[in-house]
């Protein structure tokens, strides 16, 4: 699999994999805030970075991450696996990337995520997904566009290139 930089001709397969999720992150795909957002993390402007794992069988992306780079507390500002990809290792993939390509220790690492409570949860799998990368639940955040709860993810990194 391969994780590279996103380039400029990747803002469509960015709005493809938007359009698979945005039942649990309210509207994206016709949004131009969302559009800008995506385009300034390409441009890699202000501190910003976006990965791609581009699909090797066709068109469109398997997965797509917007990254802030600026530490001491690195954020992962939106990270989605196509359907058809998701449980392959592409989500892991792109947060172990920009890790190595972005983190520089200490501090951490922070996501925003589901609340327990919300109904895509267990079904997008993405609380046990950061568990699993060794994330830790924190602190409630502000409601979601479409309403339902969220929650702040926490991983600590040390000075050797973001391991935790």
């Known amino acids: 699999m391969t994780i590279r930089p996103a380039r400029a001709d990747d803002?469509?397969?960015?709005?493809?994999?938007?359009?698979?999720?945005?039942?649990?992150?309210?509207?994206?795909?016709d949004e131009p805030g969302f559009h800008d957002a995506v385009r300034e993390h390409i441009d890699g402007r202000d501190g910003h970075a976006a990965l791609v794992a581009p699909s090797a069988s066709g068109p469109?992306?398997?997965?797509?991450?917007?990254?802030?780079?600026?530490?001491?507390?690195?954020?992962?500002?939106?990270?989605?696996?196509?359907?058809?990809?998701?449980g392959t290792g592409v989500g892991r993939a792109l947060v172990e990337e920009a890790v190595c390509r972005y983190v520089r220790g200490?501090?951490?690492?922070?996501?925003?995520?589901?609340?327990?409570?919300?109904?895509?949860?267990?079904?997008?799998?993405?609380?046990v997904f950061y568990e699993r990368l060794g994330f830790t639940p924190a602190e409630a955040a502000a409601p979601g566009p479409e309403g339902g709860s969220r929650q702040v993810f926490r991983r600590a990194v040390d000075r050797r290139r973001g391991v935790g």
């Open 11 to 29: 803002f469509p397969g960015f709005l493809g994999l938007a359009a698979q999720v945005e039942q649990w992150f309210g509207p994206m795909v």
């Open 60 to 86: 469109g992306l398997l997965g797509g991450m917007l990254f802030g780079t600026r530490g001491p507390t690195y954020h992962v500002h939106w990270l989605v696996v196509s359907g058809r990809a998701r």
């Open 106 to 127: 200490p501090g951490e690492i922070e996501v925003v995520t589901f609340g327990p409570d919300h109904p895509g949860a267990d079904v997008s799998g993405a609380r």
